[in-house]
């Protein structure tokens, strides 16, 4: 069985351009989780969604991020534009259903904003 | 709210060592707790779980005991290899209309042969 898959790995960019990033969790997972991991830190969610419907993004800056999950599958999280303090690993993870407690996390995508 | 405090790493130690992380939390009702671990490169992985007071949880050779009277979870291995060389993340767990993960701050462990 795949285990979710992220993509880019690694992106470097200015601050003031955009930046997106993708996700495909394990087939069959009903809900979807980005996190956000500072430096040092651990992760920190960012936005849950339950197959399309966004349910917790009160931790998400919508002033600058957004999320999408249109057919309830595939996850794109973009920020726009980034600020130096954007940078991060951006993690994604899912899980059978919200009561699961067992999340499956992706390898990451590692954010440089310079 | 609900939080979690691990041991401040870096944590080096020598192959065939025993190993103490120590975790603790504060948490309203009773939460899952859970230690996960990030290999060099790849995502997290569920290392080992515990659902309720006492329970112990087992994996490779880890184990750790939820304490309800002390609220830890201290991640124990009694003899480390230098495959165990990672960052060890301990978390919570509780129902807020759907589990909700609360992490440490990550202990990063280094095995030297």
């Known amino acids: 069985e795949a285990g979710v898959v992220q993509s880019p790995r690694y992106k470097i960019i200015e601050k003031k351009q955009p930046v997106a990033f993708w996700c495909n969790p394990i087939s069959g997972h009903n809900t979807l989780y980005w996190y956000r991991q500072n430096l040092g830190q651990g992760p920190e969610l960012l936005i849950r969604?339950?197959?399309?419907?966004?349910?917790?993004d009160s931790q998400l800056p919508k002033d600058r991020f957004s999320a999408e999950r249109l057919k309830g599958v595939d996850s794109t999280l973009k920020i726009q534009p980034a600020e130096l303090g954007d940078s991060a690993v951006y993690l994604c993870a899912s899980s059978l259903d919200r009561l699961q407690e067992t999340q499956y996390f992706g390898p990451g995508t590692r954010l440089l904003v310079l | 709210g609900n939080s979690v405090t691990q041991m401040e790493g870096p944590v080096t130690l020598s192959e065939e060592a025993f190993l103490t992380i120590n975790c603790t939390y504060t948490?309203?009702?009773?939460?899952?707790l859970f230690w996960y671990v990030q290999y060099p490169g790849e995502g997290l992985q569920l290392l080992l779980k515990a659902t309720k007071a006492d329970d112990k949880g087992s994996n490779k050779g880890f184990e750790a005991t939820y304490r309800k009277e002390t609220t830890s979870f201290h991640l124990e291995k009694g003899s480390v290899q230098v495959s165990d060389s990672a960052v060890y993340f301990c978390a919570l767990s509780k129902i807020q209309g759907a589990q909700k993960l609360v992490f440490g701050q990550g202990t990063r462990l280094t095995i030297n042969p």
């Open positions: 948490a309203t009702g009773y939460p899952s």
């Open positions: 969604y339950e197959n399309e419907e966004a349910v917790d």
